[in-house]
């Protein structure tokens, strides 16, 4: 589990004085490149290893050495300038299967947040899908809330003008604003694993931690999986909504005209396995069902030029939308967790639910 919160820039400025300058690597703005820490220097600097050669930066991150990072070159004018993008971090099975469970599960999860974790139980609902009329704030709201960005809210707190007076009433209604930092705030004043409802909330925090480790390994490919909560009278469950903006090397699209693939899987009471594949381009959107059999999918057909009505009535000019029977690998809850793996390293991962 994350234990602490280390806020800094995430920029490396490369000493030219460290050695001859013919040693420091020729560097290209906007390349990506490999590095190795090789140890930690007095007053904030980092000896690092590029491309074979050892440069000494200036840096206020965080850094262990023997670490494999990824730096991308912002600037090579007056100062040489390295972003770190992100360490080259590997998922192990364990924490892949966290991410499997919570989405493997037949039954619905019972509450496991008692009454001294309301806000838990209340942001739950906050982000929940609801099918009653659109919400436009769905995906802003579980990026914001899910806990998948505390860390950046903490970072622009601490790197802001925020008089000390103001910070504790500040710092408090992030904790309200934040599933993950909810859970840790009431585990903190409980004690870690204290109770069989403290160890699940726990678990369940590890579960939070194990998707950001997941999106912050595939976002330069511009691919995110979020999960999100569906209640229902007995309790409640997790979708999966996979989004995929196309990746960042595309550097000559306009940000309005990228393709925007979002899909839905979710397995539902009555209905079983459902997957939704939707396309959107400004306002051009496509899609498709994919259904366990054909009975469901006439259902879903029947409801299609609603659903193609619905869209129109908010600007959309619908293309296509049909309903298929899915292809078996298409509907597991596994597929797109697997896609995301597959994506940041080629090994065989075995999978223990």
């Not at 596994?334 to 639910?353: C, P, Q, S």
Request: net charge positive.
């Amino acid at each position: 589990m994350i234990a602490g919160v280390h806020v800094s820039s995430s920029e490396m400025i490369v000493n030219r004085d460290h050695g001859k300058k013919k040693t420091i690597p020729k560097f290209i703005k906007g390349q990506v490149i490999p590095a190795k820490i090789l140890r930690i220097l007095p007053q904030g600097k980092a000896e690092i290893l590029v491309n074979n050669q050892k440069l000494a930066v200036k840096t206020a991150l965080s850094l262990t050495p023997g670490e494999e990072i990824q730096l991308k070159v912002m600037s090579k004018k007056d100062d040489i300038i390295l972003k770190l993008i992100d360490p080259v971090q590997k998922m192990t099975s364990q924490q892949v299967s966290s991410l499997v469970r919570l989405f493997s599960t037949k039954e619905a999860l019972p509450d496991i947040f008692d009454t001294k974790t309301a806000g838990v139980k209340t942001l739950l609902y906050e982000m929940a899908l609801k099918s009653d009329k659109p919400d436009r704030e769905f995906l802003p709201r579980l990026i914001e809330k899910m806990g998948m960005v505390w860390e950046k809210k903490l970072a622009r707190v601490f790197s802001g003008n925020t008089p000390q007076a103001d910070m504790k009433a500040l710092l408090e209604n992030l904790l309200q604003q934040d599933l993950k930092a909810n859970i840790l705030k009431h585990s903190f004043l409980a004690g870690s694993g204290s109770s069989e409802t403290g160890k699940t909330a726990l678990a369940f925090l590890e579960t939070l931690e194990n998707f950001q480790l997941l999106n912050s390994g595939s976002s330069d490919s511009g691919r995110f999986l979020l999960p999100f909560p569906i209640f229902n009278d007995s309790g409640f469950r997790f979708g999966q909504m996979f989004i995929d903006t196309g990746g960042k090397s595309k550097e000559e699209d306009r940000e309005g005209d990228k393709v925007v693939n979002i899909s839905f899987l979710l397995d539902m009471t009555r209905l079983g396995p459902l997957r939704a594949d939707f396309s959107i381009l400004k306002q051009e959107i496509s899609g498709r069902f994919l259904l366990e059999n054909e009975k469901i999918c006439g259902l879903f057909k029947a409801g299609i030029p609603e659903l193609k009505k619905k869209l129109g009535a908010i600007h959309y000019h619908v293309r296509n939308i049909d309903c298929s029977v899915a292809q078996q690998e298409e509907i597991r809850p596994t597929g797109f967790i697997e896609t995301l793996v597959k994506a940041r390293d080629d090994r065989v991962l075995n999978i223990v639910i």
